[in-house]
């Protein structure tokens, strides 16, 4: 039949389960494995529909693009800024010079001959060469290959990074890759490989090629984004890297951007008084710009104030709102140069107690309310935050110390004193690491001249001495904090400062405890409630309040003392940069690094041990307290003695503050390097917070002796009766995860029974734990000078 369709007329498609609620296995295959996270602050999780996507990814691409045209009026123009290239050979047999040479005479196009430009380089130098090929001035910086902190300085300011290969010769590990990975922890902001002895491998173009396709894996390995290294032997490749050099935009490095810099062209001195003079730089702005009110540091001579800041030539990157010759005078807000908080009896009582305190009998005392063991109960008594500050004080305590509402008023806090010992009654044998060989290897690296205090060991004694040094750390790692007391010493004046705890990440601990151990430097230092949101307003600040803007060419006035002039050094011939600091930069505050051990580096770090850290613009020398790299509710983090290999930890000092969050350098000073110092470990800025607790912790371990279910004897913790009664509230745990209490003494010689949650073995070891606080050291500027 004509326009017939069979149809099905029986239909066995099946109803869906109609359900109130949803089951586990349906809510299982909805989210396939996804979990859904918690809205944070009361906002919701709206998903994003793909016309947000796109006018997203539209407004990122319009920035980078206006980013390449602010970048490109920079460098444009007569008065554009130069473009700073850094040359740095990786091997004894390539030389700077002739990398430099091959790469300008691949440009000119006027005959010139490489006799012409034997006379324009030196080792080291600043030399400035016209690309009239490319319109381009490139600023070319020679380092002083000797002076390893010199190559540091020339990179930091460096738009691109030329890196010397060498066909016939390996880069040295300890030397070579040890500079390309401490400038890949500085930051480097762009890069490029050239190899210039390339026909010395092999006459035939062939047999260099497959040298050369080494050199590109090595570099690649280092450097994954850039593929190719240029050949400067050949003139094609050689053009072919000038190009690049001249036409290519340096990436920026967000750390030194986001302050002021510049490149001494020229110095000069003007005297102003019989001491003091101003020094008179002379170069082209970079980075975020500079005010005049703000600090400015010089590496390797400290921190000084600007009189006067003159604007020879304005930016093509801005609009002409101020003419050039305009001048810039300092106003009322100008930074001080103090380092800390004048000392002010008023805004603490500590000063009365720093003779000692009277350490009662607390044979019986048990936990008080925040979990600490022993104890003293004082009066105690109400203040307001801050109380008895000064106006000139209310300067170190930053807005954000006390977060408070609009309507609320500032909170009354309980000041619950801690019990206090003397100085005295601290252990020596308690501590791994022996303070008077660190005040002696610090003397002998600071003072000049100081032969008749070293003693040149035997090569047998010195071996023996690094074998021990390095068995404490091998040591410490396997039987972490743990002690043995002495038979013939009291347990409760050995461990006077130590207190038990319940939990150490649950515990309230007092931020501004009475402790003699604590340094007079404690009550003086910056504090920062919020890091971070300071750390943003003080950037945003920062380019607002640029009275200079990078791609003026300007005069800086800074006022300095008659005596450093012996330091300076010639602009034409070694590096001299002046670098803006941030607000509150100046001043020291409690600051916490994040570091790592560098994996060629095999000696033990001990805690308290003189380190050289370099972070942003800065270099100190620091003795950094290492503490865990951990989250806790209460800010308390267990000290750690030694920082191990293969393992994150923090470094807690004195120091000045960055609000930057530059990368870490540590090095340390070495007789028997060439360089003088050696590469320790990496990491970055943290932050500045001074509530961070570290708490040392020691381990006193016994050995069960009777078992009886779980009632266990113990011997060979304590030896005396009245030790097990001081230290009876403090829970035990062992090794195997049990925990338990001490229930009574037994005999004289420190036996006790102990209860347990579950049944112990023969094999297991009891344990307690007891904590001290530990505070911060101050440091100390460092030059390469001392070197």
Not at 49 to 60: A, F, G, V
Not at 270 to 295: C, K, P, T, W, Y
Not at 370 to 375: A, D, K, R, T
Request: hydrophobic letters at 35%.
């Amino acid at each position: 039949m004509a326009g017939h369709s069979h149809r099905s007329s029986v239909k066995n498609g099946h109803k869906p389960f109609k359900s109130k609620h949803a089951s586990k296995g349906s809510l299982k295959n909805a989210f396939k494995g996804k979990v859904e996270k918690e809205a944070k602050n009361g906002k919701s999780n709206k998903s994003v529909s793909k016309l947000e996507r796109k006018n997203l990814s539209k407004q990122l691409r319009h920035q980078k693009i206006l980013d390449t045209l602010e970048t490109k009026k920079l460098f444009e123009g007569n008065n554009g800024a130069k473009k700073i290239i850094t040359v740095i050979p990786l091997t004894a047999d390539v030389y700077a010079d002739d990398i430099v040479k091959k790469l300008i005479l691949s440009a000119e196009n006027d005959g010139k001959t490489e006799s012409d430009l034997e006379f324009d380089l030196k080792m080291p130098s600043v030399t400035n060469f016209r690309i009239n090929k490319f319109k381009t001035t490139l600023q070319v910086i020679i380092p002083d290959m000797s002076n390893f902190i010199n190559i540091l300085d020339c990179a930091k300011v460096a738009d691109f990074v030329v890196f010397g290969l060498s066909g016939t010769s390996e880069v040295d590990g300890e030397f070579g890759e040890q500079i390309i990975r401490s400038l890949e922890f500085q930051g480097i902001s762009s890069y490029l490989g050239v190899v210039s002895n390339l026909s010395q491998v092999h006459p035939k173009e062939k047999f260099q090629l497959d040298v050369k396709k080494s050199l590109e894996s090595y570099f690649t390995h280092f450097f994954p984004n850039e593929k190719s290294v240029y050949n400067l032997e050949k003139p094609s490749e050689a053009i072919n890297a000038i190009r690049t050099l001249c036409q290519k935009y340096p990436r920026t490095v967000k750390w030194r951007d986001a302050r002021g810099y510049l490149l001494a062209d020229n110095i000069d001195f003007i005297e102003s008084s019989e001491n003091r003079g101003h020094l008179v730089v002379q170069g082209i702005v970079r980075g975020a710009g500079f005010n005049i009110d703000r600090l400015i540091h010089i590496p390797g001579m400290g921190d000084f104030q600007v009189s006067k800041i003159e604007k020879l030539a304005a930016s093509a990157r801005r609009n002409k709102s101020t003419e050039e010759g305009t001048e810039f005078l300092p106003s009322e807000e100008r930074d001080i140069l103090e380092e800390y908080a004048a000392q002010d009896m008023n805004m603490d009582e500590w000063s009365d107690y720093e003779d000692g305190f009277e350490y009662e009998n607390l044979t019986a005392a048990r936990y008080d309310d925040h979990g600490f063991l022993p104890g003293r109960e004082q009066e105690s008594k109400k203040v307001k935050l801050p109380k008895g500050t000064s106006e000139y004080q209310a300067r170190w305590y930053l807005d954000d110390v006390i977060e408070i509402g609009d309507e609320e008023e500032l909170e009354e806090i309980q000041d619950e004193n801690v019990p206090i010992q003397e100085d005295e009654m601290m252990v020596d044998d308690v501590d791994t690491f022996n303070t008077e060989q660190a005040q002696s290897e610090m003397d002998t690296q600071t003072e000049a001249g100081g032969e008749d205090m070293f003693v040149d060991l035997s090569p047998e004694e010195e071996e023996r001495q690094l074998r021990e040094y390095r068995d404490q750390e091998k040591e410490d790692l396997e039987f972490p904090d743990e002690i043995e007391l002495d038979p013939r010493e009291s347990a409760i004046e050995s461990l006077k400062s130590y207190r038990g705890l319940k939990n150490l990440h649950n515990c309230s601990w007092e931020v501004d405890e009475r402790d003699p151990d604590c340094p007079s430097e404690w009550k003086r230092v910056l504090r920062i409630g919020n890091y971070k949101n300071t750390m943003k307003k003080l950037n945003k600040e920062a380019i607002k309040s640029a009275q200079v803007v990078a791609g003026d060419i300007i005069k800086l006035y800074i006022d300095i003392p008659k005596f450093l002039l012996e330091k300076l050094a010639d602009p034409k011939t070694e590096v001299f940069a002046v670098y803006s600091l941030l607000k509150h930069e100046h001043k020291n505050a409690v600051v916490n690094f994040s570091i790592e051990r560098w994996e060629e580096y095999d000696s033990p770090v001990p805690s308290s041990e003189p380190i050289i850290v370099q972070y942003g613009i800065r270099r100190y020398t620091i003795e950094p307290l290492f503490s865990s790299a951990s989250t806790s509710p209460n800010n308390v983090h267990k000290f750690e003695r030694f920082l191990h290999q293969n393992y994150v930890s923090v470094a807690t000092c004195i120091a000045p503050v960055d609000f930057t969050q530059s990368p870490a350098i540590f090095f340390k000073t070495s007789v028997t390097d060439p360089k003088g110092i050696e590469l320790v470990g990496h990491g970055s800025f943290l932050n500045a917070d001074h509530t961070r607790i570290m708490a040392k912790r020691i381990v006193l371990t016994g050995h069960p002796f009777k078992f009886h279910k779980k009632l266990v004897t113990i011997r060979y913790m304590f030896f005396r009766p009245e030790d097990v009664e001081w230290f009876k509230s403090i829970p035990l745990f062992t090794k195997s995860g049990r925990s338990g209490f001490i229930k009574e003494s037994l005999g004289t010689h420190g036996y006790f029974k102990a209860t347990f949650d579950g049944r112990l073995s023969a094999q297991d070891t009891v344990a307690m734990s007891l904590y001290k606080r530990v505070w911060p050291n101050a440091s100390l500027p460092w030059s390469d000078k001392l070197l």
